[in-house]
């Protein structure tokens, strides 16, 4: 939690193999990666990858960027338990980026109430019942300085539709990934705010 990620060719996140236990990735601000999430195996097909994502902000206009989910070993496809929920996935490039490149990542994933633009509807996860397709309405997407003192940009405009359109998750922490407090805050991306006017 509370990671800034940037101008990264690989991506974001990489996940790999364990035996027990679950990975949480919550109020993390990725800008201008080439990848978001990607999910590896080495030489054990008997392990598992457990994750709960949620509440993170994704950006990117990097012309690396060629989807959002990536899966690099033949064993995962069966072996992914994850949830995936209020997350931003904001692609605003000029290509036509793909959700993942196998259709099997979708087997094992719970998808809910995520922020989608720039990727073709007919791509995302049917499951996905509550997912906006609408610009989240950063404050100033892609045009902020690269360091993380420089992130405010990526928070929400009030007029978002991002804002409250969440759903609710227990024991999800005390503040956001700029430090305002949670509390019942249902918002989708790493920002749980009231908006910025």
């Known amino acids: 939690q509370y990671n ?5 060719y690989g991506g974001f996140l990489l996940l790999m193999e364990q035996n027990s236990g679950k990975v949480t990735v919550r ?3 990725s800008v201008n990666d080439g990848g978001f999430i990607q999910v590896t195996r080495r030489d054990n097909p008997t392990s598992n ?6 509440n993170n ?3 990117t ?3 690396n960027f060629k989807r959002l989910f990536y899966l690099t070993n033949t064993y995962v496809s069966d072996v992914i338990y994850a949830n ?11 290509n036509s980026p793909l959700l993942c490149n196998r259709e099997q990542f979708y087997n ?3 998808f809910g109430n995520n922020c989608y633009y720039g990727f073709e509807e007919n791509l995302l996860p049917s499951e996905d019942e509550n997912k906006i397709l609408l610009d989240p309405q950063f404050v100033d997407s892609g045009n902020s300085a690269v360091g993380i ?3 405010l940009g990526y928070r929400l405009l009030s007029s978002s539709t991002c804002i409250g359109a969440g759903s609710p998750i227990n024991d999800s922490g005390e503040y956001d990934f700029w430090g305002n407090p949670i509390s019942n805050a249902t918002n989708i991306g790493a920002y749980t705010g009231a908006g910025i006017n």
Do not use: M, P, Q
């Not at 800034?4 to 990264?8: F, G, I, W």
């Open 108 to 110: 094992n994933l719970n």
């Open 27 to 29: 109020y993390n601000l």
């Open 84 to 94: 995936c929920r209020n997350n931003i996935f904001c692609y605003e490039g000029d």
């Open 149 to 151: 003192n420089n992130n």
């Open 61 to 63: 206009k990097s012309e």
């Open 49 to 54: 990858i457990y994750a709960d994502i949620y």
């Open 57 to 59: 902000t994704f950006y």
């Open 4 to 8: 800034y990620s940037h101008d990264n």
